[in-house]
């Protein structure tokens, strides 16, 4: 199956500082998704983006679908921006229907 | 529009037993598919259920299983608990393709003691 690696798996910050998460896949997909996981759990949407650029405020998403490669942006940091962040792919498979495959996911810290 | 909702949010169970879990999708999403996320493992796609029927299933023993029912609400059923059952057991909705954005539920956490 597909292969998601995200980089880095962790990350510090000041508040007010610019940060950039990345997400490498192995295999052609027709699917790419961005998520915050809250302290809660649950995994809220940030970008539906299997190619192209998106922005969101201070968030901003490129996926290069012929690299293999997926960029999230986050400018201007806040405390509340902390959490993990997960980079999720869907194969282009009859077969695989509305499956995710999921990479490990990038813990960022803010600090105040 | 309502989000994903499921049910219940917290659950305590015993070696054993069998637990079952509730997802009703957005309103209007025909698609439901259910994801374990562990701290070891990371989040594993467990299987997606369309209009009724299962259309995908990870790689996870016979004693997870899941049905959908006609308004596209869905349950899981894990028989015969074991205790790396706990876990964060999380349900998303999509309309039909994988080309559809997904929308996770807040998730049910299961713990098994």
């Known amino acids: 199956g597909i292969q998601v690696e995200q980089s880095p798996p962790d990350l510090i910050l000041q508040e007010g500082a610019n940060s950039t998460l990345r997400c490498n896949f192995s295999?052609?997909?027709?699917?790419l998704q961005w998520f915050h996981q809250n302290p809660w759990g649950q995994l809220i949407n940030l970008f539906y983006?299997?190619?192209g650029t998106k922005q969101n405020g201070r968030l901003s998403a490129t996926t290069v679908a012929t690299e293999r490669y997926s960029l999230l942006y986050i400018s201007s940091s806040q405390t509340t921006d902390s959490g993990v962040y997960f980079c999720a792919v869907g194969e282009i498979k009859e077969t695989s229907g509305s499956r995710l495959t999921f990479g490990e996911g990038t813990q960022l810290t803010v600090n105040p | 529009k309502a989000g994903v909702t499921q049910t219940p949010r917290y659950l305590i169970k015993t070696r054993g037993q069998q637990v079952t879990l509730s997802c009703s999708p957005i309103s209007g999403h025909r698609s439901v598919s259910w994801y374990q996320q562990t701290p070891g493992q990371g989040l594993q796609f467990l299987f997606e259920?369309?209009?009724?029927?299962?259309?995908n299933k990870g790689n996870f023993p016979g004693r997870f299983s899941g049905r959908q029912f006609s308004n596209s609400r869905s349950e899981m059923n894990v028989s015969t608990l074991e205790l790396g059952d706990s876990a964060l057991y999380l349900c998303a909705s999509g309309r039909w393709t994988s080309t559809d954005t997904q929308y996770f539920g807040p998730g049910t956490r299961l713990t098994v003691l």
């Open positions: 259920y369309f209009s009724e029927t299962q259309r």
């Open positions: 295999d052609s997909v027709n699917n």
């Open positions: 983006i299997p190619s």
